[in-house]
T-cell receptor
Framework: DAGVIQSPRHEVTEMGQEVTLRCKLISGHNSLFWYRQTMMRGLELLIYFNNNVPIDDSGMPEDRFSAKMPNASFSTLKIQPSEPRDSAVYFC??????????????FGEGSWLTVV | LAKTTQPISMDSYEGQEVNITCSHNNIATNDYITWYQQFPSQGPRFIIQGYKTKVTNEVASLFIPADRKSSTLSLPRVSLSDTAVYYCLVGDSPNTGFQKLVFGTGTRLLVSP
C-alpha cells in the first residue's frame, strides 16, 4: 500500500508568494495531521482533521496559514503570503481513528519549504 | 495535556543495548505510550506502542512500570543505522476521545563504531 504522499517535496519561493502544500492520506485512514519541523522549534502540530472536520487548529501560527480537506483522502496547507520565517519541513500524517490501541500516525516524507 | 521529558542526547557503540527513558507524570488513564524514530530528511516512523508492562516487537522493547509515569525504550545491540532521534509520545484524550499526538524534543541517539 502507498504511504502518505506529499507534494511538492521541495519548494523555493519568494517572500510574499502563495505556497500550497498537498497531501494524500493512506487509503482507509480518516484522520489527517499537519506538522511543521524546524531546528529551533522541533516538530509542531499545526492542525488535525477527523473525518474531514478540523478538530484543533490551535497550532496554526497565524491567519496566513490555512488548511482544508476537500475530500476524505486529500488535504492542502496554504500559506499566503509566505515569509522567510515559514521556511521549514512540513509533514503530513494520517491515521485511522478509532483504532485498536492508541492512535498511531503515519508520516509522509515531508515538503521542504524555503522562502527567500 | 500529558507532557513528556526525555534526555536530549545519548551516545552508544555498535553492539550495545540502549535504553532511553521517558517521564510522563501526568499520563491519563486512557493514554497509550508511543515511540517514534526519525532519521535525517525523513518523517518520523512508528517503532512501538504500549499501555502497561512490557511490549516487544522485532525492533525494540518497551517497558512500562505499574504507575505508568515513565517508560523505557530498549534497543538491543544497536548498529550505526540506529542513529536517529527518538520521540516518546503520550496520547492526549480530550472530550472527543480523539488522541492528539504532540511531539517533544526527542532524544538524539548517536551510535559510533
Amino acid at each position: 500500500d502507498a504511504g502518505v504522499i506529499q507534494s511538492p517535496r521541495h519548494e523555493v519561493t519568494e517572500m510574499g508568494q502563495e505556497v500550497t502544500l498537498r497531501c494524500k492520506l493512506i487509503s482507509g485512514h480518516n484522520s489527517l495531521f499537519w506538522y511543521r519541523q524546524t531546528m529551533m522549534r522541533g516538530l509542531e502540530l499545526l492542525i488535525y482533521f477527523n473525518n474531514n472536520v478540523p478538530i484543533d487548529d490551535s497550532g496554526m501560527p497565524e491567519d496566513r496559514f490555512s488548511a482544508k480537506m476537500p475530500n476524505a483522502s486529500f488535504s492542502t496547507l496554504k500559506i499566503q503570503p509566505s515569509e522567510p520565517r515559514d521556511s521549514a519541513v512540513y509533514f503530513c500524517a494520517s491515521s485511522k481513528y478509532p483504532d485498536r490501541g492508541g492512535n498511531t500516525i503515519y508520516f509522509g516524507e515531508g515538503s521542504w519549504l524555503t522562502v527567500v | 495535556l500529558a507532557k513528556t521529558t526525555q534526555p536530549i542526547s545519548m551516545d552508544s557503540y555498535e553492539g550495545q543495548e540502549v535504553n532511553i527513558t521517558c517521564s510522563h507524570n501526568n499520563i491519563a488513564t486512557n493514554d497509550y505510550i508511543t515511540w517514534y524514530q526519525q532519521f535525517p530528511s525523513q518523517g518520523p516512523r512508528f517503532i512501538i506502542q504500549g499501555y502497561k508492562t512490557k511490549v516487544t516487537n522485532e525492533v525494540a522493547s518497551l517497558f512500562i512500570p505499574a504507575d505508568r509515569k515513565s517508560s523505557t525504550l530498549s534497543l538491543p545491540r544497536v548498529s550505526l543505522s540506529d542513529t536517529a532521534v527518538y520521540y516518546c509520545l503520550v496520547g492526549d484524550s480530550p472530550n472527543t476521545g480523539f488522541q492528539k499526538l504532540v511531539f517533544g524534543t526527542g532524544t538524539r541517539l548517536l551510535v559510533s563504531p
